[in-house]
T-cell receptor, first 111, second 114 residues
Framework: SQQGEEDPQALSIQEGENATMNCSYK?????LQWYRQNSGRGLVHLIL?????REKHSGRLRVTLDTSKKSSSLLITASRAADTASYFC???????????FGPGTRLSVLP | ETGVTQTPRHLVMGMTNKKSLKCEQH?????MYWYKQSAKKPLELMFV???????ENNSVPSRFSPECPNSSHLFLHLHTLQPEDSALYLC?????????????FGEGSWLTVV
């Protein structure tokens, strides 16, 4: 199965609510990154967390990393309709030689 | 605008055609990538070029032929493709280092093989 796997596959929430997405991986990593993709567009980098970090914040985003459980979570607080997109985690296992992406979580934020 | 530009954005080609996808990065990065994104499948890494040298070829069929003439340009030459090759092809670049690098994507080229 994939190195990175997001959970849930799809998530639908109301505007203003928080959205939490999880990512699990199998091998040791150098860092883990989260990306957003609007329908039919390229992926946009959101946040990078290194293997020696446990939590990072960027605006309304909070990412945690638990290397003992090989898992990460992305929290989007006070969601907006514009947050509707697919979200992917990517693990860097070889210093940029190979980024492995999960299948993504489709987030729908309803107005 | 991510600094990675892909052309064309949309391409329709017959199975006997030869076409090319082009990618250019303006970020001064030393690595470039081709990914394939099909419906209901995770992003698949196809090729990696590091300092213009191909360092990864993920068992991609020979009907896809990459070319990296310099660290800013990357091509994907296509010939005798199959309908199942229809997908979004994403180019990306990064600065490979032990500090941890971010990968930047272009907007993608939508390919339809008829």
């Amino acid at each position: 199965s994939q190195q990175g796997e997001e959970d849930p596959q799809a998530l639908s929430i109301q505007e203003g609510e928080n959205a939490t997405m999880n990512c699990s991986y199998k091998t040791s990593i150098n860092n883990l990154q989260w990306y957003r993709q609007n329908s039919g567009r390229g992926l946009v980098h959101l946040i990078l967390i290194r293997s020696n970090e446990r939590e990072k914040h960027s605006g309304r985003l909070r990412v945690t990393l638990d290397t003992s459980k090989k898992s990460s979570s992305l929290l989007i607080t006070a969601s907006r309709a514009a947050d509707t997109a697919s979200y992917f985690c990517a693990t860097d296992v070889d210093y940029g030689q190979n980024f492995v992406f999960g299948p993504g979580t489709r987030l729908s934020v309803l107005p | 605008e991510t600094g990675v530009t892909q052309t064309p954005r949309h391409l329709v080609m017959g199975m006997t055609n030869k076409k090319s996808l082009k990618c250019e990065q303006h970020l001064g990065h030393n690595a470039m990538y081709w990914y394939k994104q099909s419906a209901k499948k995770p992003l698949e890494l196809m090729f990696v070029y590091n300092f213009k040298e191909q360092t990864e070829n993920n068992s991609v069929p020979s009907r896809f032929s990459p070319e990296c003439p310099n660290s800013s340009h990357l091509f994907l030459h296509l010939h005798t493709l199959q309908p199942e090759d229809s997908a979004l092809y994403l180019c990306a670049s990064s600065q490979v280092s032990t500090a941890g690098n971010t990968i930047y994507f272009g907007e993608g080229s939508w390919l339809t093989v008829v």
